[in-house]
């Protein structure tokens, strides 16, 4: 039996954050299982979905992502619902295994009757569920999960992807790595979880250094089992190539085990580390975080204020997560919130909370979010945004009192830069 949680009827209220401006638009609706079920638009209230990974090293993504769903809902109600409803949230934890993610998702569409689903934390899980969703005509929205397959041979009319996918966010890296090693070689290595997101993610790395002519020499790659708890083998064999640099594709606690484990191996002294060493992570590691790693982050909240994280509301956003949830929003919050804003403006576009109808409208749409405004291509549902990368400090930030990335470092990679035309990415959907 999942594990279920239900967010309590009575929101806080003075929440003093706008989603969106309301946009006056109808489409005609079509009716599915689910949605039909919330086609009056006179009262009452509408439950949308979220089975993600609550339990697990790599939880924390889970966890602060659903807390970023419902710090939307809680102010999409505090400013009157919508289309005269109150939302609610209904979540699962689907312990990272994608029959329990599909099993969850179908109970919440039959049994809770939910009119809009948002993603996992693992690619695989949403593989799962994402033909589900379009089974039964349920727009979901990933923004954690972020395999390019979900958005290419996955692909359905009621997909959405708010984050960067495995072809965008190594390119990121690999341009950064390109500009930092210009014309001189370099030994790279790789590490990530065998796994679709893991093996995608490195494939899109060592492509896109063939891509920016880097001049790189391949010395290993280790992929250890997804959730493995021993990586010493994996580590060792990765040590003795002698890489200068290595690309790790894992996250949350897994990118934290990983880099206990390494600094017991003076690993970091020779080598520096591509990895997603976002604000948790490096929390989680406080000292022992290593300076001069190069990190990348999809969201980061101390970046608010630069291009694509400078959207109306951004700052009051993060003091409501901080009062709301005592910590600074991770990314996965951020982009949680943002996909329900996507949501909420398809359904004031299309005047319907029927599935279809909302798909129809996000297509092609450009919402104003937090983020700023975010474009989901029409070819695909990828949504244009960039990916951020930069240089673990050997200091503490004095705003956030967090070992983050040295400021002088950052680098925006931009969408139009990282994405895959539209050719391209149909190229693969077949």
Same mark, same amino acid.
Request: charged share 10%; with cysteine.
């Given at each position: +039996?999942?594990?279920?949680?239900?967010?309590?009827?009575?929101?806080?209220?003075?929440?003093?954050? $706008?989603?969106?401006?309301?946009?006056?638009?109808?489409?005609?609706?079509?009716?599915?299982?689910?949605?039909?079920?919330?086609?009056?638009? *006179?009262?009452?209230?509408?439950?949308?979905?979220?089975?993600?990974?609550?339990?697990?090293?790599?939880?924390? $993504? &889970?966890?602060?992502?659903?807390?970023?769903?419902?710090?939307?809902?809680?102010?999409?109600?505090? !400013?009157? &619902?919508?289309?005269? %409803?109150?939302?609610?949230?209904?979540?699962?934890?689907?312990s990272?295994?994608?029959?329990?993610?599909?099993?969850?998702?179908?109970?919440?569409? $039959?049994?809770? !009757?939910?009119?809009? +689903?948002?993603?996992?934390?693992?690619?695989?899980?949403?593989?799962?569920?994402?033909?589900?969703?379009?089974?039964?005509?349920?727009?979901?929205?990933?923004?954690?999960?972020?395999?390019?397959?979900?958005?290419?041979?996955?692909?359905?009319?009621?997909?959405?992807?708010?984050?960067?996918?495995?072809?965008?966010e /190594?390119?990121?890296?690999?341009?950064?790595?390109? !500009?930092?090693?210009?014309?001189?070689?370099?030994?790279?290595?790789?590490?990530? /979880?065998?796994?679709?997101?893991?093996?995608? *993610?490195?494939?899109?790395?060592?492509?896109?250094?063939?891509?920016?002519?880097?001049?790189?020499?391949?010395? *290993?790659?280790?992929?250890?089992?997804? @959730?493995?708890?021993?990586?010493?083998?994996?580590?060792?064999?990765?040590?003795?190539?002698h /890489?200068?640099?290595?690309?790790?594709?894992?996250? &949350?606690?897994?990118?934290?085990?990983f880099?206990?484990?390494a @600094?017991?191996?003076?690993?970091?002294? !020779?080598?520096? +580390?591509?990895?997603?060493?976002?604000?948790?992570?490096?929390?989680?590691?406080? *000292?022992?975080?290593?300076?001069?790693?190069?990190?990348?982050?999809?969201?980061?909240? #101390?970046?608010?204020?630069?291009?694509?994280?400078?959207?109306?509301?951004?700052?009051?956003?993060?003091?409501?997560?901080?009062?709301?949830?005592g910590?600074?929003?991770?990314? #996965?919050?951020?982009?949680?919130?943002?996909?329900?804003?996507? #949501?909420?403006?398809?359904?004031?576009?299309?005047?319907?909370?029927?599935?279809?109808?909302?798909s129809?409208?996000?297509?092609?749409?450009?919402?104003?979010?937090?983020?700023?405004?975010i474009?989901?291509?029409?070819c695909?549902?990828?949504? @244009?945004?960039?990916?951020?990368?930069?240089?673990?400090?050997?200091?503490?930030?004095?705003?956030?009192?967090?070992?983050? #990335?040295?400021?002088?470092?950052?680098?925006?990679?931009?969408? %139009?830069t990282?994405?895959?035309?539209?050719?391209?990415?149909?190229? $693969?959907?077949?």
């Amino acid at each position: +039996m999942p594990i279920r949680h239900h967010t309590p009827r009575r929101l806080a209220a003075g929440l003093a954050l $706008l989603l969106l401006a309301p946009v006056a638009a109808a489409c005609s609706s079509t009716s599915s299982t689910a949605s039909s079920t919330a086609s009056s638009t *006179s009262g009452g209230s509408v439950t949308v979905g979220e089975s993600t990974t609550l339990s697990s090293s790599i939880a924390e $993504l &889970g966890q602060t992502a659903l807390q970023g769903l419902e710090l939307a809902v809680a102010n999409i109600n505090a !400013h009157g &619902g919508l289309l005269g %409803k109150k939302v609610k949230v209904v979540s699962a934890d689907d312990s990272a295994t994608p029959a329990t993610g599909a099993s969850n998702e179908r109970s919440m569409i $039959l049994n809770d !009757h939910v009119v809009a +689903m948002f993603g996992p934390v693992v690619s695989s899980v949403a593989s799962a569920e994402e033909p589900i969703a379009a089974q039964y005509h349920i727009p979901i929205f990933f923004s954690v999960s972020n395999d390019i397959a979900l958005m290419t041979s996955g692909f359905t009319k009621y997909g959405f992807q708010l984050v960067p996918n495995t072809v965008m966010e /190594p390119r990121a890296a690999a341009a950064y790595l390109a !500009h930092e090693a210009g014309s001189t070689q370099i030994t790279v290595g790789t590490f990530a /979880p065998n796994y679709s997101f893991g093996t995608s *993610s490195v494939a899109g790395f060592i492509q896109a250094l063939k891509d920016l002519h880097v001049n790189y020499k391949l010395v *290993s790659q280790q992929f250890p089992p997804l @959730n493995a708890t021993n990586i010493a083998p994996y580590l060792s064999a990765l040590i003795a190539a002698h /890489p200068e640099y290595v690309y790790n594709a894992q996250f &949350g606690g897994d990118l934290v085990s990983f880099t206990q484990q390494a @600094n017991q191996y003076g690993f970091f002294q !020779h080598t520096k +580390m591509i990895a997603m060493y976002s604000a948790q992570p490096l929390e989680a590691l406080g *000292s022992s975080a290593p300076a001069g790693a190069i990190g990348f982050d999809r969201a980061p909240f #101390w970046l608010a204020g630069q291009q694509g994280m400078d959207g109306p509301g951004i700052s009051a956003f993060i003091s409501q997560f901080k009062a709301k949830y005592g910590d600074y929003p991770s990314a #996965w919050a951020i982009m949680t919130y943002t996909a329900a804003q996507s #949501w909420a403006y398809g359904v004031k576009k299309a005047g319907t909370f029927n599935g279809t109808s909302v798909s129809n409208a996000l297509s092609g749409a450009t919402i104003s979010t937090i983020r700023g405004p975010i474009t989901l291509r029409a070819c695909d549902h990828q949504a @244009n945004v960039p990916e951020y990368v930069g240089v673990v400090s050997s200091t503490v930030d004095p705003t956030y009192r967090l070992r983050l #990335w040295d400021p002088s470092s950052v680098f925006i990679a931009q969408p %139009k830069t990282i994405m895959l035309t539209c050719a391209q990415s149909l190229a $693969l959907r077949s």
